[in-house]
Nanobody
Framework: DVQLQASGGGLVQAGGSLRLSCGII????????IGWFRQAPGKEREWVSC????????YYRDSVKGRFTISSDNAKNEVYLQMNNLKPEDTAVYYC????????????????WGQGTLVTVSS
């Protein structure tokens, strides 16, 4: 079975940085993708970023482009989300998820989910 473990959240001031980690246990597929989603209080979950295992392509929602970077360490089976210049509107519970069918912005296309990690950005 596949398990994902998200970590690295915390409290940071606006303009600060955090790095989230997603540990992956188990085989997903030959062409999988790891995505990061977030859910702010009172709002729907939204897609943040994605990394495709097939070619290493990365994708970001517009509001985080230039500030967030998704990467992986295949030897450690981990995917990271480096978040710089954080803003109060980035405050949310962040989730990592795995899609066995490649990258997607749609949460319903993700098969496995980790528990969330809370990111709080103070102004």
């Amino acid at each position: 079975d596949v398990q994902l473990q998200a970590s690295g959240g915390g409290l940071v001031q606006a303009g600060g940085s955090l790095r989230l980690s997603c540990g992956i246990i188990g085989f997903i597929s030959d062409d999988y993708a790891i995505g990061w989603f977030r859910q702010a209080p009172g709002k729907e979950r939204e897609w943040v970023s994605c990394l495709s295992s097939s070619d290493g392509s990365t994708y970001y929602r517009d509001s985080v482009k230039g500030r967030f970077t998704i990467s992986s360490d295949n030897a450690k089976n981990e995917v990271y989300l480096q978040m710089n210049n954080l803003k109060p509107e980035d405050t949310a519970v962040y989730y990592c998820a795995a899609s066995a069918a490649g990258w997607s912005r749609n949460d319903y296309q993700y098969d496995y989910w980790g528990q969330g990690t809370l990111v709080t950005v103070s102004s």
